[in-house]
């Protein structure tokens, strides 16, 4: 069975500094990792995602995540932080194999809080 | 381009009503989701739509919930009747393909409040 952990409710970083929100997954089979960000009231917005190759991958906004096989991790970083950035992050996970219907798992949810 | 649109943006019904929520895709997506998201949890899949064929809908409480997506464009999500538990954000999502590695874009949900 396919299931996302994110083990912090919270994160709080001050404005300018480097953020990191974490995520470990668990598949069967290979995994395409998502991250998504809600602000409130809104839908999900697509950040970036893992299908395969290079281990870190770019996405919008500054964003970036790497996947880590060994660890079953997928942090999403940024080097600067910026007030705006304050939201809710989700990761998620499918399951690539084509037998697989395509469902997105997804974590819990992360509140970054990037203060001034 | 055009996101996916979704109606109401908010409702309050009584327990025991039925309600209904409309999602229009992104033009050209063959693969419709419907998504529940209580306060405080990542969304979960309802029912997922290829076209107008439904493709998973494990997590559908079949005996209170029903969609349909006729034309393989619109869709409708109906509840009836309504309990308390059912009180959550209801996120359509759209995306190019099913089972491959294309992202899923959200409209910006219905929030549904039973009292």
């Known amino acids: 069975a396919q299931s996302v952990a994110q083990p912090e409710d919270q994160v709080n970083v001050a404005e300018g500094n480097p953020l990191t929100v974490k995520c470990t997954y668990s598949v069967s089979g290979n995994p395409y990792l998502f991250w998504y960000v809600q602000y409130p009231n809104r839908g999900l917005q697509f950040l970036l995602k893992y299908i395969t190759g290079d281990n870190l991958v770019k996405g919008s906004y500054g964003f970036e995540a790497e996947f880590n096989k060994s660890q079953t991790s997928f942090h999403l970083k940024k080097p600067s932080a910026l007030v705006s950035d304050s939201a809710l992050y989700f990761c998620?996970?499918?399951?690539?194999?084509?037998?697989?219907?395509?469902?997105?798992?997804f974590g819990q949810g992360t509140t970054l809080q990037v203060k001034p | 381009e055009a996101g996916v649109a979704q109606s109401p943006r908010y409702k309050i019904i009584e327990k025991r009503q039925s309600v209904a929520f409309w999602c229009n895709p992104i033009s050209g997506h063959a693969t419709l989701y419907w998504y529940q998201q209580i306060l405080g949890q990542g969304p979960k899949l309802l029912i997922q739509?290829?076209?107008?064929?439904?493709?998973?809908d494990s997590q559908l409480p079949k005996d209170r919930f029903s969609a349909e997506r006729l034309k393989g464009v619109d869709s409708t999500l109906k509840i009836q009747p309504a309990k308390l538990e059912d009180s959550a954000v209801y996120l359509c999502?759209?995306?190019?393909?099913?089972?491959?590695?294309?992202?899923?874009?959200f409209g910006d949900g219905t929030r549904l409040s039973i009292l």
């Open positions: 999502a759209s995306s190019l393909g099913g089972a491959g590695n294309q992202p899923q874009h």
């Open positions: 998620a996970v499918r399951d690539a194999r084509p037998s697989n219907t395509g469902k997105l798992i």
């Open positions: 739509f290829q076209n107008n064929g439904v493709v998973d």
